[in-house]
């Protein structure tokens, strides 16, 4: 495909099962899968740092510059290039998570995180964000009991928020975003999100 890559982003509250639908969507479109945090050497490192529930916890702002750095690195090393060779790339997660959980998860100022998620992203924004929204409840039962990192342990007030954070984002920009009930099975949530990529074509 001739001229630049497209982004797709799916986006949802832990155990939402954006996961296994970005893997899927990305199988469908042979895009490249990626994921935040954590996709690049540098990455790994901070997501170790940020949700090993052994390591001390860090503040709400140095939370969200750790996320910041993971993303500038992911743009500089995997979506960025990717892009500029014509590729389509599916991410799990990207900008919109800083948004909903640092902002109305953490509480901290939305105006001054949208300035630091644009610093970090380098002008990249997604040509389409897929949210998978299930009710906090609904993703606690999926998680199971697993061992929670550290943001999957937080309350279900938290998560909430988050959800509803990233209702707002998208109620925001519905000619980018894409709401998706994730509360079904997996091939019908699949059939949903694939649904929602149409709108770009295909590549």
Not at 90 to 113: E, I, N, P, W
């Amino acid at each position: 495909m001739a001229g630049r890559g497209r982004l797709i982003a799916l986006e949802g509250i832990d155990g939402c099962g954006k996961t296994t639908q970005a893997r899927r969507l990305a199988d469908v479109l042979g895009a490249l899968c990626t994921a935040e945090p954590g996709a690049t050497a540098l990455g790994s490192r901070l997501r170790h740092l940020l949700l090993d529930p052994d390591l001390p916890a860090v503040s709400a702002r140095a939370e969200a510059l750790l996320m910041a750095a993971d993303r500038a690195e992911h743009v500089d090393e995997i979506v960025g290039p990717a892009l500029a060779a014509g590729r389509w790339v599916v991410t799990d997660r990207f900008s919109g998570s800083t948004l909903a959980y640092q902002g109305h998860g953490r509480g901290l100022d939305l105006g001054v995180l949208r300035d630091l998620v644009a610093f970090a992203a380098d002008g990249v924004v997604p040509d389409l964000v897929v949210l998978v929204d299930v009710p906090p409840e609904v993703a606690r039962r999926r998680l199971g009991s697993s061992r929670a990192d550290r943001l999957e342990g937080l309350d279900t007030g938290f998560h909430g928020r988050v959800r509803n954070g990233f209702l707002a984002l998208a109620a925001e920009d519905p000619d980018r975003w894409v709401v998706v009930d994730g509360t079904g099975d997996v091939d019908t949530v699949t059939e949903a999100v694939h649904g929602a990529a149409l709108r770009l074509g295909v590549p």
